[in-house]
């Protein structure tokens, strides 16, 4: 099991995406 350490948000003007990353900057999940 990862654990998140790094959540990004990108907002756009009709989407938004989400993306984690654990402590070693592997990706834990991308919702787009």
Do not use: P, W, Y
């Amino acid at each position: 099991m990862n654990t998140m350490t790094l959540l990004g948000i990108e907002i756009g003007k009709h989407s938004f995406h989400l993306r984690g990353q654990d402590a070693k900057g592997h990706q834990v999940f991308e919702n787009c």
